[in-house]
């Protein structure tokens, strides 16, 4: 996307990671293929596994600090990779907030104030909604296919599931901030199971884990993620999917600023 200079996509980035769906296959002969199953056809069969053209998710992020715990609940349609509306349902001050990307752009409604906001560029590292997530984590600047190498380090058992790990490591000219990232994913079903993002000097930056797999939308899918900072341990935000449906039938038309106030 266009919308964050280069300067500021090495600022802390995390859609990237919420929406990598990696795998691959490990053997004596060549780490990166394995029984004519090339990595990058292995992760496109992820991707194709855990997206569809367009979706509908409802859902519920659970910030849990050392003093409090806050529930946010949302709807989530999305079109292919640029067109994304997020309604926020609950608590009852935040009813009716919504997020919409359309391309390379960003917009936040505020219905307490009746205000649209183009969200610029110094606004996109601050906490979403007060979770450990960024505004910047509602864009997907990568391609997971194209923008990193990736190398089987081991495999190992992960969640009781036999996992393959694997490194992936951004191009020189990639625009994320991590250095590195490692993935775990099951065997069985292709399911990422975890997720670790290091940054430029090899140090562990967070840290996420995909669980409670479950059968959603016609699909076997982990459907609760919980990130938790590496710096603070003792704090973390889960995401937790209550409904979703793939290959709905939407149009860009949906995708509006219009649509941002009328959408329920």
Known sequence: ??????????????????????????????????????????????????????????????????????????????????????????????????????????WNYVPSIDRTIKMPPSMM??????????????????????????????????????TWVIEMIPHPDTPVVWGKVLVWVAKEGYLQLRVENYDQNNELANTLTLDNIREMGGRTIPIRLTLIPADRPEQKTILEYKEMQFNVELSENFFTQQNMRRVR
């Open 125 to 162: 590292s601050q906490s979403w909604m007060g979770s450990d997530f960024t505004n910047d984590d509602l864009v997907r600047e990568t391609s997971i296919v194209d923008d990193y190498d990736q190398r089987i380090l081991r495999t190992e058992t992960y969640q009781d599931l036999e």
């Open 1 to 106: 996307m266009k919308l964050l200079n280069r300067d500021f996509l090495k600022s802390k980035s995390l859609q990237s990671t919420i929406l990598l769906s990696i795998v691959a296959f490990s053997v004596m002969v060549s780490p990166n293929q394995t029984h004519g199953q090339s990595a990058e056809e292995i992760i496109q069969r992820m991707e194709q596994n855990m997206r569809g053209e367009s979706s509908y998710v409802e859902m519920t992020m659970t910030i849990q600090r050392p003093r409090y715990t806050r529930d946010v609940s949302m709807k989530s349609w999305a079109l292919g990779d640029d067109f994304s509306l997020i309604l926020i349902t609950a608590p009852a001050r935040d009813q009716g907030t919504t997020f919409l990307k359309r391309k390379n752009e960003i």
